[in-house]
């Protein structure tokens, strides 16, 4: 399985567009890239999933370069509510278990 | 309404006294599985089931054991717990062939 990095933690002030970029050298042709959200006291949930380019949907885009080694969440204009833990997951096509590292702790401030 | 739901939500024990966890999804899934979540470790898996009958161990199953009699539960057995057991834990599940696991509320488990 290939190996992700994520910085450890951000702040971001209330109304930016926040960036989070998750390195996996390694990946290999079948795998895909998804992000899961963890609130504080609660289980993690998907929040998006790619394999190449761009990837939108309500809660967050999904950035992925032509090489696929590293990929970047973007989330537009972050409120309170988005602080949060995202987790970077490098999941093999079809595979159902999944490999947690530590994430990146997400912090809004007012 | 879809869920994983997890009993209990909090639990004090002391060591030695066995105890269950019950996980249980209404979403027809056949894959389930069980993570524990340790300050600056994240989630590790102990144990994951395919299906009915048929379980794994995961990355850190020692001190543990599950079962899967029905599709629906698949509860977390700690037979002898220690306090190196105490751990907030999750239960998950998802369709065979995705990646989408939907996770249950937690259980924070304490072990004196």
């Known amino acids: 399985l290939a190996k992700t990095t994520q910085p450890i933690s951000m702040d971001s002030y209330e109304g930016q567009e926040v960036n989070i970029t998750c390195s996996h050298n390694?990946?290999?042709?079948?795998?895909?890239i998804t992000w899961y959200q963890q609130f504080p006291s609660q289980g993690p949930r998907f929040i998006i999933q790619g394999y190449k380019t761009k990837v939108t949907n309500e809660v967050a885009s999904l950035f992925i370069p032509a090489d696929r080694k590293s990929s970047t969440l973007s989330l537009p204009r972050v409120s309170l509510s988005d602080t949060a833990v995202y987790y970077c997951?490098?999941?093999?096509?079809?595979?159902?278990?999944?490999?947690f590292g530590t994430g990146t702790r997400l912090t809004v401030i007012p | 309404e879809a869920q994983v739901t997890q009993n209990p939500r909090y639990l004090i024990t002391v060591t030695g006294k066995k105890l269950t966890v019950t996980c249980s999804q209404n979403?027809?899934?056949?894959?389930m599985s069980w993570y524990r979540q340790d300050p600056g470790l994240g989630l590790r898996q102990i144990y994951y089931?395919?299906?009915?009958?048929?379980?794994d161990k995961g990355d850190v199953p020692e001190g543990y054991k599950v079962s899967r009699k029905e599709k629906r539960n698949f509860p977390l057995i700690l037979e002898s717990p220690s306090p190196n057991q105490t751990s907030l834990y999750f239960c998950?599940?998802?369709?065979?062939?995705?990646?989408?696991?939907?996770f249950g509320p937690g259980t924070r488990l304490t072990v004196l």
């Open positions: 390694n990946i290999a042709t079948n795998d895909y």
């Open positions: 998950a599940s998802s369709l065979i062939g995705t990646d989408t696991q939907y």
């Open positions: 997951l490098v999941v093999l096509t079809g595979a159902n278990n999944l490999f």
């Open positions: 979403m027809n899934h056949e894959y």
């Open positions: 089931s395919m299906n009915v009958e048929v379980t």
